[in-house]
């Protein structure tokens, strides 16, 4: 079992920056692949960006791709989600997710992530 926690968001302005994190309980998280997905008012949760298990490894939505970043220390038991040149459409509950499948595969789809945290906002005023 692997419980998740996000912190981190709050109010920027456009063309600012925040850095979500995503601490983890459990052993086994180094062996997880880790997902970050957002959710937008009347929207369906889209994929971010996942990073492999030991990090060596990412993979980024292109909506997003050159502006976030996905890192991880597994010492901590925490990833993090560096969002710079934030503009009002990242407005969204972002969410960190944990795939607990040991393939190595990094998969974007949500419905392969076994855990999830309770979200944080992030709110970007024009």
């Known amino acids: 079992q692997v419980q998740l926690v996000e912190s981190g968001g709050g109010l920027v302005q456009a063309g600012g920056s925040l850095r979500l994190s995503c601490a983890a309980s459990?052993?086994?998280?180094?062996?997880?692949?880790m997902g970050w997905f957002r959710q937008a008012p009347g929207k369906e949760r889209e994929f971010v960006g996942v990073?492999?298990?030991?990090?060596?490894?990412?993979y980024y939505a292109d909506s997003v791709k050159g502006r976030f970043t996905i890192s991880r220390d597994n010492a901590k038991n925490t990833v993090y989600l560096e969002m710079n040149s934030l503009t009002p459409e990242d407005t969204a509950v972002y969410y960190c997710?944990?795939?607990?499948?040991?393939?190595?595969?990094?998969?974007?789809?949500?419905?392969?992530?076994?855990?999830w945290g309770q979200g944080t906002q992030v709110t970007v005023s024009s």
């Open positions: 990073i492999s298990w030991n990090g060596a490894n990412t």
């Open positions: 997710a944990a795939d607990r499948r040991t393939d190595r595969v990094l998969r974007t789809s949500r419905y392969y992530y076994e855990y």
């Open positions: 459990g052993r086994t998280f180094s062996n997880y692949a």
